[in-house]
């Protein structure tokens, strides 16, 4: 049996110690006194008393700051009692940290082992600590004893130590660079190991990195020599500032990334004119206003993933795929997907898919059009995959003129990072997390948080706790944390049955609405975009929806990840995108032959689908929607985006 268990335990204890390091730091600036005692003898010791009230006032507003949220939180947790929600009403389980929970759950399945001590890991120490003081003590002799290292000469690099203060002193070099390599001895470690099958292997790298990166000496106050010299320079302001940031994070269960006060739906986010024409329990159908005087005549229907709000596809007029493909004369639809509550306990996916043919027959009725054009991104593109597959089984595959999916899988074999969060002891605590019928979408955020550890939490603790920096004003990372909650009997059937079990590419395995799913019926001419860096549906996953739909098919290879790969707007000029053969036998084989294009892949899908259909009609009547005689519900985005 392989030594994973153990490791786990060694990396845990070597990277421990930095953990250790920190009272002792603390006390070396303190003197190893008292604050008081550092007041009283101030005199004596030559300090301004003046700057220690100020280091007083400070360590009285942390105190008074961390005393009010221990009065709220005992105040919502006796209001959880009294309502007789007994389980809520003793621990705050959505804080910035909830991901490590599924973490440590993860490493629970690991089975236990041995892990032998490494000589070269002995030897890499001394080499390094050798190397270090070396360095200094050259620069002593040559007159320049404070000269720090060149970082290029280091033994390893890595950009959360780019500042200079981590090598102008050689604890601090050290220290990260110790860290470096424990990390990546660690990481290797893994790798080397014997009896692991894949899946248990991707897991514990996987586990691994989230610790090391976890532990990463910059993520404390006292190992930080950035946040220590910010921190004298304000006298703890930025730790009173940082305080009340991680104060509100825990409050409302979720980390900030984002001004939460930046943006506003309807106004600079999600302002594409436009009226909500439909609404079910489960979903708002957006039409939008045309900017064209004619459009083309089969319309394009959007969905989005539930997992998210739609908006991602309409942020900021110069990133909103849906005003650029008004502004091209297409009639858009967009549907917009409701936050699950208690009420919403039995929604199952025959009942996404059953939404999914309402939206496509509502969009003809209203235009009487045969057919629609269809996008589906994400989880939304893997279910209209399905619903393709349920309309041809009926004889109404004619309704879908075209589909495209963005970033979307059918095939979930190399599914990528996200299996590592579907074993039976991560499904089962998922489970024990939907109590009302729904997963709160703050879990999910934290998952998906986690596949990008460093970028997406780490890097906000230094930020926004130690370094005390004010919030920036980003549109996608305020999309980012908007969550949304899913229907808990759904997500558990998804995550098992199409993740780990991987039955929709298995022909009539699943069903949905009394119809069997059969992938290789769907003929429908189908655009696929995945995104060359996407760690949530990775390009190998995606590009295997080639492998079983037996239609035209076009496949698009674009640069960047799961979100940034498809906001790429034009105008931006930014990264690039692969077309190829798109009946190559393997992903590897469309690179290989594939021709690289700079910027935008828009207009290139925007060409494809003139080909499909290239008729248009005069933008009048109910291209327009809430003109005289139409009856509409309300101005979009609508109220269903907004519910929380």
Known sequence: MAQDNDLMAAAGESLKGFFDMQGEALREMMGGKAPEALMAGAGQAGLDPAELTEWAATAAQLQQLWLDFATHQAQA?????????????????????????????????????????????????????????????????????????????????????????????????????????????????????????????????????????????????????????????????????????????????????????????????????????????????????????????????????????????????????????????????????????????????????????????????????????????????TTLAATLAVLHRRGEADKVKSATFFTAQVDFERAGDLKNFIDEGQLEMIGQLSPQGYLDGRYLAAAFNALRGRDLIWNYVVNNYLLGEDYPAFDLLHWNGDVTNLPSKWHNAYLRDLYRDNKLVVPDALEADGTPIDLRRVATPSFVQAGREDHIAPAESVWRITRHFTGPMDFLLAGSGHIAGVVNPPAAGKYQYWVGDSAAPSLKDFVAGATEHPGSWWPHWLAWLHKQSDARVPATGKRVPGGPDDTVIEDAPGRYVKTR
């Not at 940290?97 to 001394?126: N, Y």
């Not at 200079?164 to 604890?171: D, F, G, K, V």
């Open 77 to 381: 947790a006796a209001e959880k009692a009294a309502k007789g929600n007994l389980a809520g009403a003793g621990a705050n389980m959505l804080d910035p940290a909830q991901w490590l929970v599924m973490s440590q759950a993860m490493l629970g399945q690991m089975p236990k082992g041995m892990l032998e001590a490494s000589g070269k890991l002995v030897q890499d120490q001394m080499q390094l600590w050798s190397g270090v003081m070396q360095s200094f003590a050259a620069g002593a002799v040559g007159g320049k004893a404070d000269a720090a290292p060149d970082a290029a000469a280091l033994p390893r690099s890595d950009r959360r130590f780019a500042d200079p203060a981590w090598r102008e002193h050689p604890a601090f070099l050290l220290l990260h660079q110790t860290y470096l390599m424990l990390a990546d001895y660690f990481r290797q470690a893994v790798k080397g190991m014997d009896g692991l099958d894949k899946a248990k292997r991707q897991q514990l790298e996987f586990a691994v990195t989230a610790l090391a990166e976890a532990m990463s000496p910059d993520n404390f106050l006292a190992l930080n020599p950035v946040v220590l010299k910010r921190t004298m320079e304000t006298k703890g302001g930025n730790l009173v500032r940082g305080m009340q940031h991680l104060i509100n994070d825990l409050k409302r269960g979720q980390l900030t990334h984002t001004d939460p006060n930046a943006f506003r739906l309807g106004e600079n986010l999600a302002a594409s004119p436009g009226k909500v024409v439909h609404e079910t329990p489960l979903y708002q159908l957006i039409q939008y206003s045309p900017s064209t005087e004619t459009v083309l005549d089969v319309p394009l229907v959007i969905f989005p993933p539930w997992i998210n709000r739609f908006y991602i596809l309409d942020l900021t007029p110069k990133k909103s795929f849906i005003k650029w493909a008004v502004d091209q004369g297409i009639s858009v639809f967009v549907v917009s997907w409701k936050s699950a509550d208690e009420t919403m306990g039995d929604i199952v996916w025959d009942d996404y898919i059953r939404a999914q043919i309402e939206a496509i027959d509502h969009v003809r009725a209203r235009l009487e059009v045969p057919a629609v054009h269809t996008i589906g991104y994400c989880v939304a593109g």
